[in-house]
């Protein structure tokens, strides 16, 4: 949607760094097992914004791709690969009417929910790729500036990962502080060690 771009462009205009350079937290504190994990080294970063965690993970050797709506903070994300020497390849889509191209051996998807999108996420796994998924979770003072639909509620992402072939090796929720959050590690099936 055009009024989506044109608000996260704004955004990503406002400041140096929307979300900061840094990665994740999560993916940060994941990175050694979801490496260990993966069969491969081709991921995928949906909704990445300013390209922090696509970053992070070229710097880990994975080979990335970033989408998002918003211009503005792929270009920043562009710039910030090329001053680190490192090669991302960033594409502006819509995500609401957006299908996955290819598989991957690692998706993320933070701060963003599409539930449609989950089954064609885990769909996009190669055999044994992992999946992180990151989000904000409803809470009273949240549900009064953001629409409920992009608001997980409790026990839900686990709910969700639970139906699909594969394991959800880590799950957790956080109601504390400003952006009560939940998080999944899942890992797809069909993975056969050599």
């Known amino acids: 949607m055009e009024s989506d771009r044109i608000k996260w462009n704004a955004r990503y205009q406002s400041e140096d760094s929307f979300l900061g350079e840094h990665p994740s937290p999560f993916l940060a504190r994941e990175i050694e097992r979801v490496k260990a994990l993966v069969p491969g080294p081709k991921a995928l970063d949906i909704a990445c914004g300013e390209g922090r965690n696509s970053v992070f993970l070229?710097?880990?050797g994975f080979r990335v791709t970033g989408l998002d709506i918003s211009d503005t903070g792929l270009e920043k994300g562009k710039n910030r690969a090329q001053t680190m020497g490192l090669a991302v390849e960033f594409r502006r889509v819509d995500l609401?009417?957006?299908?996955?191209?290819?598989?991957f051996d690692l998706?993320?998807?933070?701060?963003?929910?599409?539930?449609?999108?989950?089954?064609?996420?885990?769909?996009?796994?190669?055999?044994g790729g992992v999946l992180l998924y990151d989000t904000i979770m409803a809470s009273d003072q949240l549900i009064q500036i953001h629409k409920p639909a992009y608001l997980l509620q409790p026990?839900?992402?686990?709910?969700?990962?639970?139906?699909?072939?594969?394991?959800?090796?880590?799950s957790e929720e956080s109601m504390s502080g400003e952006m009560p959050t939940a998080r999944v590690l899942f890992r797809k099936t069909g993975f056969t060690a050599e």
């Open 58 to 60: 070229a710097r880990h």
């Open 96 to 103: 609401d009417d957006y299908s996955i191209q290819g598989t």
């Open 107 to 127: 998706i993320l998807n933070f701060n963003f929910l599409l539930r449609e999108l989950i089954p064609f996420e885990v769909a996009a796994l190669n055999p």
């Open 155 to 170: 026990g839900e992402l686990s709910r969700l990962f639970g139906t699909f072939q594969g394991e959800v090796l880590f």
